[in-house]
C-alpha cells in the first residue's frame, strides 16, 4: 500500500518562472491539503481539495492555486516566483476533510534563485 | 485569523530526563493533533485529541488537551536518543505551531 507521493524531490527555478508540484494521495484517501515549510519553521497550511473543489485556503496569495484529479491526486502551482517561495512543499491526505489524521509525503524542495 | 504558539522553541535533555512542549492557541479548537518530525523527514502523526480536558498516552508520551480547548500538552518521560527531532502541534489540522525541537545528549 503505497503511502503519499509527492513529485518531483528536488528542483531549481528562477524567479519569475512557473512551477507545478505533484501529489499522490495514500490509498483510500479523498483529501488533499497542501503546506509550505520554511527552513526551521512549522508547516503552513495552504489549501485544501476535497471532491475535486478548494475547500479552505490559507493566507496565501492567489499566485499559489491547486486542482484536483478525480483520481484525488493533486497539484500545486506557483506562478511568478519569488525568492520567498523557496522551501520544502509538503502533500498531506487525509480521509475526509474534517478531522483524522495526516499523512504526509516526503516533500518537493523548491529552490528559488 | 486563528494562531498557535508553540513553547519552548528548542530543549535539549540528557537521556532519561523528561521533555515537555507547550501548544496554545488564540481560539477554541476542535481538534489539536500532535505530529513529530525526524531531521530531514516529513512530519509524521502521533496523535489527535479531540474532547476537553482529554488525557491520552502511548508508552512514554501523554498528551493534554486543556478544558478550554485551547492549549494542550505534549510530555515524553525517560527521553531516549529516538526521541530526537521537532514535534508540532496543529490545530484544526490546519495551523501548525512552530514546533519544539527536541535534542537528547546520551
Known amino acids: 500500500d503505497a503511502g503519499v507521493t509527492q513529485s518531483p524531490t528536488h528542483l531549481i527555478k528562477t524567479r519569475g518562472q512557473q512551477v507545478t508540484l505533484r501529489c499522490s494521495p495514500k490509498s483510500g484517501h479523498d483529501t488533499v491539503s497542501w503546506y509550505q515549510q520554511a527552513l526551521g519553521q512549522g508547516p503552513q497550511f495552504i489549501f485544501q481539495?476535497?471532491?475535486?473543489?478548494?475547500?479552505q485556503r490559507g493566507n496565501f496569495p492567489d499566485r499559489f492555486s491547486g486542482h484536483q484529479f478525480p483520481n484525488y491526486s493533486s497539484e500545486l502551482n506557483v506562478n511568478a516566483l519569488l525568492l520567498g517561495d523557496s522551501a520544502l512543499y509538503l502533500c498531506?491526505?487525509?480521509?475526509?476533510?474534517?478531522?483524522?489524521?495526516?499523512?504526509f509525503g516526503e516533500g518537493s524542495r523548491l529552490t528559488v534563485l | 485569523g486563528q494562531q498557535v504558539m508553540q513553547i519552548p522553541q528548542y530543549q535539549h535533555v540528557q537521556e532519561g530526563e523528561d521533555f515537555t512542549t507547550y501548544c496554545n492557541s488564540s481560539?477554541?479548537?476542535?481538534?489539536i493533533q500532535w505530529y513529530k518530525q525526524r531531521p530531514g523527514g516529513h512530519p509524521v502523526f502521533l496523535i489527535q485529541?479531540?474532547?476537553?480536558?482529554e488525557v491520552k498516552k502511548q508508552k512514554r508520551l501523554t498528551f493534554q488537551f486543556g478544558e478550554a480547548k485551547k492549549n494542550s500538552s505534549l510530555h515524553i518521560t525517560a527521553t531516549q536518543t529516538t526521541d530526537v527531532g521537532t514535534y508540532f502541534c496543529?490545530?484544526?489540522?490546519?495551523?501548525f505551531g512552530a514546533g519544539t525541537i527536541l535534542r537528547v545528549k546520551s
Open positions: 481560539t477554541t479548537l476542535s481538534n
Open positions: 496543529a490545530g484544526n489540522k490546519l495551523v
Open positions: 498531506a491526505s487525509s480521509l475526509g476533510h474534517n478531522t483524522g489524521e495526516l499523512f
Open positions: 485529541l479531540v474532547k476537553s480536558g
Open positions: 481539495y476535497y471532491e475535486e473543489e478548494e475547500r
